[in-house]
DNA sequence: TGCCAGGCCGGGT
DNA sequence: ACCCGGCATGGC
């Protein structure tokens, strides 16, 4: 797909270069990932600086808390009942199975580590492909929800395709043999949708006028068209 | 004020 | 294999 390359140096001329993920270290990258599910990133970050602050953003320092206590520290990020209990799921295999050693997870003797995380209790596709791509060294294209209505609005799938449909279509055009696999490259693209989605790609403010991608819009309906 | 934000699970068809 | 309700805070 040529058109996912041409959009990439699109928006890249517009936005730059993204230092993604917001994160200082793969285990905070990881914690991130759970507390960012369905919520704003903002609140994330007052979520991590409660846990900054009270010392808990390792590992074992984490899963010796008590869920209460977890819950209360991350309740900024909303949801705190169930992230507490899923950032504890993961702890727990995180700890227990792999010495808490990310680099174990990630690198160590597990056949295939997205199936592993998959199997966590809490961590879904997209979650889990966070985690890869920027947690640890893996070529896992993520898909959120402003990739899926990016690609509706330009017809790059159908209306019914679902999380892995676009994974495949995503991975299939950016392993190309005409694209160098640079995980740089894999990380910053989803950083740029992210841009789009945010600046034009919102449920409620759908306007596509300024954005680097209209060029790569269908044509004969040029309006400002809704994403569904 | 009401709607939305970088999902996921469990139960139901 | 989908579809839906529930989960919760902070910003605009």
């Known amino acids: ?15 730059g270069h993204q230092d993604w993920w917001p994160g200082d270290t793969p285990f905070e990258v990881c914690v991130g990932a759970i507390l960012t599910q369905n919520t704003n990133w903002t609140n994330v970050e007052r979520a991590i600086a409660n846990l900054r602050a009270a010392r808990v953003l390792e590992p074992r320092a984490m899963f010796a808390l008590p869920e209460m206590k977890l819950a209360n520290l991350i309740r900024p990020a909303g949801y705190f009942n169930v992230k507490a209990r899923r950032l504890r799921s993961f702890l727990k295999v995180l700890v227990e199975e792999f010495g808490a050693d990310l680099d174990r997870l990630f690198h160590g003797e597990t056949p295939d580590v997205r199936e592993r995380l998959l199997a966590v209790k809490g961590i879904g596709p997209e979650t889990a492909d966070s985690m890869l791509l920027y947690a640890s060294s893996h070529h896992s294209f993520v898909i959120d929800a402003y990739t899926h209505r990016i690609f509706q609005r330009h017809r790059w799938c159908d209306t019914r395709a679902g999380y892995h449909d676009l994974k495949d279509l995503c991975e299939s055009a950016l392993n190309h043999q005409a694209v160098p696999r640079r995980l740089d490259y894999w990380q910053d693209y989803h950083a740029q949708l992210v841009m789009i989605g945010k600046h034009f790609c919102r449920t409620s403010k759908p306007s596509c006028e300024q954005c680097p991608l209209r060029p790569l819009l269908p044509k004969k309906k040029r309006t400002n068209e809704a994403v569904e």
Not at 1 to 15: I, T
């Open 1 to 15: 797909m040529k058109a996912l390359r041409r959009a990439y140096d699109l928006m890249r001329a517009r936005f």
